[in-house]
């Protein structure tokens, strides 16, 4: 039997999940976890970029973690979210399954169902709280449309921001799960036929 993997660029698939993980160690580091930096480290352009995004967005979550929109303890959860999930096992998770994807390692299946379980399963208080907030934060522009809404645009224009770190994610987990499945499938199968000899 060869031990020779096939090339990141012949399995697109996991060409995605390679991407998607670059992506997210990329984000998590320079914009998420940028607070903990040294401010005098950070490039002016770097540290413009969470502005930016509250400027555009008006994020609850964002900003209320930054105290600028309610009580700021209301969202503890979230930057304990950020520096302890996303910083200590999502960001080393996110560069050893891209390396193992990039090697082909079958081991890596494991790590697309952890990562992809533990981020989806993140995200559904993000999702709860974007939906319980019953206006947007002062100082939205009124194209979105705040007057009580069942599901604002502003609410949806949110969702859609987090919604790819949520269905990614969970279709990893599930299609790694699916991985494992069959692979211990064939795995009792062969034991199946060591042991009928």
Excluded at 5 to 13: A, F, I, N, Q
Excluded at 56 to 80: C, T
Excluded at 99 to 116: M, N, Q
Aim: proline residues 7%; hydrophobic residues 50%.
């Amino acid at each position: 039997m060869s031990s020779k993997r096939s090339p990141l660029t012949s399995r697109p698939l996991d060409a995605f999940y390679f991407g998607f993980f670059i992506l997210h160690a990329a984000i998590a580091l320079l914009i998420d976890l940028q607070y903990l930096y040294p401010q005098h480290l950070l490039p002016d352009a770097l540290k413009r970029v969470p502005q930016f995004y509250i400027d555009i967005s008006h994020d609850p979550l964002i900003m209320g973690a930054q105290g600028l929109f309610g009580d700021p303890w209301r969202y503890a959860w979230f930057n304990a979210l950020t520096i302890c999930l996303e910083g200590f096992v999502q960001i080393p998770l996110d560069i050893l399954a891209a390396i193992g994807l990039w090697k082909g390692s079958k081991t890596t299946w494991i790590l697309l169902v952890i990562y992809g379980a533990s981020q989806a399963t993140t995200l559904i208080p993000c999702f709860a709280t974007i939906l319980a907030v019953p206006s947007a934060p002062e100082g939205v522009p009124s194209s979105f449309g705040m007057q009580n809404a069942t599901l604002t645009e502003w609410q949806r224009f949110i969702i859609g921001n987090y919604a790819p770190f949520f269905f990614i994610p969970l279709f990893m987990a599930i299609d790694g799960s699916y991985r494992l499945f069959k692979l211990a499938g064939a795995a009792d199968a062969g034991m199946g036929d060591k042991k009928t000899e």
